[in-house]
């Protein structure tokens, strides 16, 4: 007897350029960990600081960018703010990983077209469902993303 094709049960494999945008590296090196054994077709570009952050979004286009809140030269809203016109026009996707609870930062880079925000520690499932929402274009789940004023 045959065994059932169940390929079509899978998810498609993501593909896409990933943005990471944190200075602290065990942090790094979990999401490389992350997408180098789920997510093969997804290529990680890694900066270390807001500035470089906003240069490598401009340079290398990425899908989706995980940004820090917290780097050592700038404010994750700050990188928000220079990258506006990106996330505006060319749709880019942002997702800001704090280990804060909700702050004024959290809803002004929300204003300013911030697409999801989590809170630290990763979590591997949130990660991954973030990861396929912002690779796919499918949107957020409303209950992860903050209540509207």
Known sequence: MPTPDTTHDRPPELQG???YIEDEAVNVQLVEEIVAHRHPGVML???STGAEG???ARSERPDFVLLDMHLPDMSGLEVVRQLNVEIANQGLRVTILTGD???MDIIKAMSLGAYE???KPLNLQLFEDGLRRALT???PDPARRLPAR
């Open 17 to 19: 350029k990933l943005l």
């Open 45 to 47: 570009v890694h900066a």
């Open 54 to 56: 906003v240069l490598l």
């Open 101 to 103: 609870s909700l702050s």
């Open 117 to 119: 925000y989590w809170v």
């Open 137 to 139: 274009g499918r949107r």
